[in-house]
């Protein structure tokens, strides 16, 4: 820590928030405690993923209380990975850093974050420490996903990693011209590369209320994931309709063996052994085409070109003591 070359003046924090009205004020109030104390300017994105509840009010509040604060309201929800999106898109910052509004990635960290910018990392990922309160199925659902992506990818992506991130302006800018429409931000900032470096934590409890992640979002990123980042599971099909090719050829010589011999009188046939080995062959059959297909699926999602959000309305960056003094001189 004695080579301190590189200083950063503008920090933006980009805050997705899905009905998490009763959070927000307490959520601010942590990361105001935490970042009053450093002497960056702070921009403070909060990302309005289409909540149903008085998340809009509370926002307003907020805002109202805190001149720092920048409001962009989706038209619905429209996902988690879709709101840091336009979060990122916005962001003009020296740093970008990326994290929920639940308590669950500790504000506190942000001041180890930047002073890890410092020393040339032009991305700090955090990595979350199980804790032990975590459920088995949880626990479980995690370490083999990892294994999975991890196994079958060409990108490594680090297990147990949150969306809990810092990002330099060069990594945010490379991360906006990849606009693909179905996002897994953590696969795609390790496909990146750049100077990386790790930072654990201890993940708390949330603040209040329940996960807004459902079982059906989890799958639809895991899903994401999977799909997005490798071709394996085609390969994986097509070698198994390649063993079974084979294995059909040898049967026929076989046959052909008998009746070359004389002997294809030994050729009763078998029901039981013949549907099995029709509903192996129709299931794998059918496994390789639904996988041609959800990548088909993926690849429709992606031409339409369709944005990854709407906006329904978004409040303006208000200028600071500094910028207002340069624009109005007597004001
Ligand atoms: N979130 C969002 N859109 C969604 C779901 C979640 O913007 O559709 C936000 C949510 O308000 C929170 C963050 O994403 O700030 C992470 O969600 P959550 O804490 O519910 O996920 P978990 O920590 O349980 O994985
Ligand atoms: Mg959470």
């Given at each position: 820590?004695?080579?301190?070359?590189?200083?950063?003046?503008?920090?933006?924090?980009?805050?997705?928030v899905?009905?998490e009205e009763?959070?927000l004020p307490?959520?601010h109030?942590?990361?105001?405690?935490?970042?009053?104390?450093?002497?960056?300017?702070?921009?403070f994105?909060y990302i309005n993923?289409?909540s149903?509840d008085g998340t809009a009010a509370a926002l307003e509040r907020l805002r109202a209380g805190d001149t720092r604060v920048v409001i962009v309201e989706?038209?619905?929800?429209?996902?988690?990975?879709?709101?840091?999106?336009?979060?990122?898109?916005?962001?003009?910052?020296?740093?970008?850093?990326?994290?929920?509004?639940?308590?669950?990635?500790?504000?506190?960290?942000?001041?180890?974050?930047?002073?890890?910018?410092?020393?040339?990392?032009?991305?700090?990922?955090?990595?979350?420490?199980?804790?032990?309160?975590?459920?088995?199925?949880?626990?479980?659902?995690?370490?083999?996903?990892?294994?999975?992506?991890?196994?079958?990818?060409?990108?490594?992506?680090?297990?147990?990693?949150?969306?809990?991130?810092?990002?330099?302006?060069?990594?945010?800018?490379?991360?906006?011209?990849?606009?693909?429409?179905?996002?897994?931000?953590?696969?795609?900032?390790?496909?990146?590369?750049?100077?990386?470096?790790?930072?654990?934590?201890?993940?708390?409890?949330?603040?209040?209320?329940?996960?807004?992640?459902?079982?059906?979002?989890?799958?639809?990123?895991?899903?994401?994931?999977?799909?997005?980042?490798?071709?394996?599971?085609?390969?994986?099909?097509?070698?198994?309709?390649?063993?079974?090719?084979?294995?059909?050829?040898?049967?026929?010589?076989?046959?052909?063996?008998?009746?070359?011999?004389?002997?294809?009188?030994?050729?009763?046939?078998?029901?039981?052994?013949?549907?099995?080995?029709?509903?192996?062959?129709?299931?794998?059959?059918?496994?390789?085409?639904?996988?041609?297909?959800?990548?088909?699926?993926?690849?429709?999602?992606?031409?339409?070109?369709?944005?990854?959000?709407?906006?329904r309305r978004e409040t303006e960056?208000k200028?600071?003591?500094?910028?207002?003094?340069?624009?109005?001189?007597?004001?």
């Amino acid at each position: 820590m004695t080579d301190l070359h590189f200083t950063f003046s503008t920090v933006d924090i980009i805050i997705p928030v899905y009905n998490e009205e009763e959070m927000l004020p307490l959520f601010h109030g942590m990361l105001c405690e935490t970042v009053d104390a450093l002497p960056h300017s702070f921009t403070f994105y909060y990302i309005n993923d289409g909540s149903t509840d008085g998340t809009a009010a509370a926002l307003e509040r907020l805002r109202a209380g805190d001149t720092r604060v920048v409001i962009v309201e989706f038209s619905r929800n429209f996902g988690h990975q879709a709101a840091l999106t336009a979060g990122l898109d916005r962001a003009e910052g020296d740093l970008v850093i990326t994290m929920d509004c639940d308590g669950q990635h500790p504000p506190a960290l942000i001041a180890e974050m930047i002073s890890l910018a410092r020393l040339g990392y032009d991305i700090v990922i955090t990595q979350r420490q199980e804790p032990e309160s975590l459920s088995f199925l949880k626990r479980l659902s995690s370490a083999l996903f990892y294994r999975l992506i991890n196994w079958i990818g060409d990108t490594h992506i680090l297990p147990g990693g949150a969306d809990f991130r810092l990002m330099n302006r060069t990594v945010v800018l490379a991360l906006r011209s990849m606009r693909e429409y179905n996002r897994f931000l953590r696969g795609m900032v390790a496909w990146m590369g750049f100077r990386t470096v790790i930072l654990p934590y201890q993940q708390p409890p949330r603040l209040a209320g329940t996960s807004k992640y459902s079982t059906r979002k989890m799958f639809r990123l895991a899903a994401n994931a999977v799909f997005s980042f490798s071709l394996v599971p085609l390969y994986i099909s097509m070698s198994l309709g390649g063993i079974f090719l084979i294995l059909a050829l040898a049967q026929a010589l076989w046959v052909f063996s008998l009746w070359l011999r004389g002997a294809s009188d030994q050729l009763v046939p078998g029901w039981s052994s013949m549907m099995f080995i029709l509903l192996i062959v129709g299931g794998i059959l059918m496994i390789s085409v639904g996988l041609v297909g959800v990548y088909t699926g993926y690849i429709f999602q992606e031409i339409k070109h369709r944005p990854v959000y709407l906006v329904r309305r978004e409040t303006e960056k208000k200028p600071t003591a500094d910028e207002k003094t340069i624009a109005d001189p007597n004001g």
